[in-house]
């Protein structure tokens, strides 16, 4: 079952916001060698932008991370997921979660309703193979072995990953995300680095449990994040460094790693991406 969306996700994609997505930025990652373009956020359940964003490529994979379960219902999604498969047969993942807590203010009994919406899914012809959970803790990984293709864990760290390929054993799909930026000073790297960890993610108690499950403590935590985590959630390096920390992440059982680049705001953003193709030898 896994096998297929494991094929089709590549060693590679990239992760970006997808308010931050056109298709000439995807037909370019296709043509740098990124095998998945992850839509983040969380994208419209109509999956009209992954339909165009398909239209204009011809291999890539899309898939999104995620589609919220309380901003569209499941019918809605599985209905749009037909017709996505449809045109474009065998190349998009749909990646579905909970969201957060402070966003939602409907937000209650998650797990219970994931697992709901994840059977309605199914119900409605989205095959397990080509759905995938937004899964950080034990139990939501648990869910997404038994019922899905796999998980993809978000703001993470490889011994995540090592603990999360221990919970999901050797058959589903394991796609962390991870943040980069290509800078060799450590201090400029966390000056990208840190206000995209801060804010909002520090601030949201799914991600900060996650990572006191991991050891992090509340001063690590506090003040935009201690050094240690900052680095730790954001390779930074020259891209032969980069490259070494997103192989951690497959030496602790991940399939595929999304990568979120992190640049500064007047950096060429398709520059990184060309640098980062490079540095990882995509084909």
């Known amino acids: 079952m896994t096998d297929r969306a494991r094929d089709h996700l590549g060693r590679f994609g990239v992760w970006r916001g997808a308010g931050q997505v056109t298709p000439e930025l995807a037909a370019e990652l296709e043509r740098l060698g990124y095998g998945t373009l992850w839509l983040g956020g969380s994208p419209d359940g109509d999956l009209a932008q992954a339909e165009r964003l398909l239209d204009a490529t011809t291999r890539l994979t899309l898939a999104t991370s995620i589609v919220n379960m ?78 899905t293709a796999g998980a993809i864990p978000y703001l993470v760290t490889p011994e995540h990953t090592r603990q999360a390929r221990a919970i999901l054993g050797p058959g589903p799909v394991l796609a962390p995300e991870q943040k980069v930026v290509l800078e060799a000073d450590p ?11 801060r804010n909002p993610y520090l601030g949201l108690v799914n991600y900060t449990s996650n990572l006191r499950r991991l050891g992090w403590s509340d001063a690590d935590l506090s003040d935009g994040g201690s050094d240690a985590l900052i680095d730790a959630l954001v390779a930074h390096g020259r891209g032969d460094e980069v490259a070494a920390r997103l192989a951690e992440h497959f030496d602790a059982g991940a399939d595929h790693v999304a990568v979120q680049l992190l640049t500064a705001p007047d950096a060429d953003l398709i520059e990184g991406y060309r640098a980062l193709a490079g540095a990882l030898a995509l084909p």
């Open 70 to 147: 309380w901003k569209d219902d499941a019918p809605t999604v599985a209905a749009s997921f037909a017709r996505v498969q449809g045109r474009h047969p065998g190349r998009f993942l749909l990646g579905v979660g909970a969201g957060h807590r402070e966003a939602t203010q409907q937000y209650a009994r998650p797990y219970e309703t994931l697992a709901r919406y994840v059977d309605a899914l199914l119900a409605g012809g989205v095959p397990a193979d080509s759905l995938v959970l937004a899964a950080l803790g034990p139990r939501v990984l648990r869910l997404a072995a038994d019922r």
């Open 187 to 197: 201090a400029r790297a966390r000056a990208i680095g840190r206000p995209r960890v």
